[in-house]
């Protein structure tokens, strides 16, 4: 069965410092991966993607994943953090053969001023 | 990105009613529309999977009867809560996907509801 995992429940990291968010993954055959950021009270926002091509993966806000195969990792990082950035954050892989998405249980991202 | 608007963003009403949910892609077709459902401090579940034209397909566990999906045209889907019990209270949040950049799903910013 595929599936997505976010081992921290809460990350805190100091402004300006550099962040990093994990994930790892359990999928059959090549994997579609997500990020995704959701701000209280809101929708999903999406950050990035991972389908093919280039392992690192540059997206909206200066974030970027790094896609890694032999570790089944697709972790978020950012060189330097904002407080802005503070939020609740998602990966998701696509479910093989279908559009639906299945989603880790979310990372809270901390930055302290 | 392409636009995803959900409304209304907060209902409160009593048991027994029922509530309607629309999600609208602003600026792009949607053949496929999906519901999530999310309860505080945990991640989305899929509810189900809304189809252009045909029967809206639900993942296990979700009473088709219980919550009704339309998805009459390429830009808007409904999610209707019927006779709605406290039990029904959640975050729910649609999104769509962008036949242009097919792997991609846009969310709209979710609508909370609370029955009484």
């Known amino acids: 069965a595929q599936s997505v995992a976010q081992p921290e429940d809460q990350v805190n990291v100091a402004e300006g410092n550099p962040l990093t968010v994990k994930c790892t993954y359990s999928v059959s055959g090549n994997p579609y991966l997500f990020w995704y950021v959701q701000y209280p009270n809101r929708g999903l926002q999406f950050l990035l993607k991972y389908i093919t091509g280039d392992n690192l993966v540059k997206g909206s806000y200066g974030f970027e994943a790094e896609f890694n195969k032999s570790q089944t990792s697709f972790h978020l990082k950012k060189p330097s953090a904002l407080v802005s950035d503070s939020a609740l954050y998602f990966c998701?892989?696509?479910?093989?053969?279908?559009?639906?998405?299945?989603f880790g249980t979310g990372t809270r991202l901390q930055v302290f001023p | 990105g392409a636009v995803v608007s959900q409304h209304p963003s907060r209902v409160i009403c009593k048991s027994g009613t029922s509530v309607k949910i629309e999600c609208r892609s602003l600026d792009f077709q949607a053949t496929t529309m999906f519901w999530y459902r999310q309860f505080p401090k945990q991640s989305l579940m899929l509810m189900a999977t809304?189809?252009?034209?045909?029967?809206?397909?639900?993942e296990q566990g979700v009473e088709k009867d219980k919550f009704l999906i339309n998805h009459a045209s390429l830009t808007l889907s409904t999610l209707t809560v019927t006779s709605a019990h406290p039990e029904d209270s959640s975050f729910y949040i649609c999104?769509?996907?962008?036949?242009?950049?097919?792997?991609?799903?846009?969310f709209g910013a979710g609508t909370r509801l609370s029955v009484l």
């Open positions: 999104s769509a996907r962008d036949l242009e950049a097919k792997n991609i799903q846009y």
């Open positions: 998701a892989v696509r479910k093989l053969g279908t559009d639906k998405l299945i």
């Open positions: 809304s189809n252009e034209g045909s029967k809206a397909t639900y």
